[in-house]
T-cell receptor, first 112, second 114 residues
């Protein structure tokens, strides 16, 4: 069983569209994250949730809206996609706020 | 402010060579955690190690070893007898008092040639 799974793995879409990425973890962790990895491989946190509550929103445009229906899920919805949103988006989870994070396999988003 | 610097952008070695990946961090927190992750060409991020700021013992796991030195704010990673399968981008990361986020270095791409 995959510990942290995200879907889809690849997403190609046109500018202006709205898209969602889903993430689920079966580790029983309390904390979940979204990270963005740009074309230079730089990883930056976007959001952090602890027990379904938003803890960190790292100056991300409000076109990005995370939603955590329960502790095991953290989805990312993106409105009005722009070319600059093209990146790999990683979901992750950790036991608590001090633990190591386990990452999903990433979603490569390409906006054309 | 939290910062992680991986000055080596890319390293190439021949199989069986030893290689050390450098990581220097900055933090004002007294309690913090350091991590290493591996990102192979397939793209996933694989957790390798976590070390807390109160534990300066070096760690060895098979061919991997880590040297944590608070005096120089470094947490270096050595691969002994490198193998082609070690080829990947390696990230060092820091988590401080605001434990809810990891600060990643820019990564070091390791190429191990046969």
């Amino acid at each position: 069983d995959t510990a942290v799974s995200q879907t889809p793995k690849y997403l190609v879409t046109q500018m202006g569209n709205d898209k969602s990425i889903k993430c689920e973890q079966n580790l029983g962790h309390d904390t979940m994250y979204w990270y963005k990895q740009d074309s230079k491989k730089f990883l930056k946190i976007m959001f952090s949730y602890n027990n379904k509550e938003l803890i960190i929103n790292e100056t991300v445009p409000n076109r990005f809206s995370p939603k955590s229906p329960d502790k095991a899920h953290l989805n990312l919805h993106i409105n009005s996609l722009e070319l600059g949103d093209s990146a790999v988006y990683f979901c992750a989870s950790s036991q608590d706020t001090q633990g190591e994070a386990f990452f999903g396999q990433g979603t490569r988003l390409t906006v054309v | 402010a939290q910062k992680v610097t991986q000055a080596q952008t890319e390293i190439s070695v021949v199989e069986k060579e030893d290689v050390t990946l450098d990581c220097v961090y900055e933090t004002r927190d007294t309690t913090y955690y350091l991590f290493w992750y591996k990102q192979p060409p397939s793209g996933e991020l694989v957790f390798l190690i976590r070390r807390n700021s109160f534990d300066e013992q070096n760690e060895i796991s098979g061919r991997y070893s880590w040297n944590f030195q608070k005096s120089t704010s470094s947490f270096n990673f050595t691969i002994t007898a490198s193998q082609v399968v070690d080829s990947a981008v390696y990230f060092c990361a820091l988590s401080g008092d605001n434990f809810n986020k990891f600060y990643f270095g820019s990564g070091t791409k390791l190429n191990v040639k046969p």
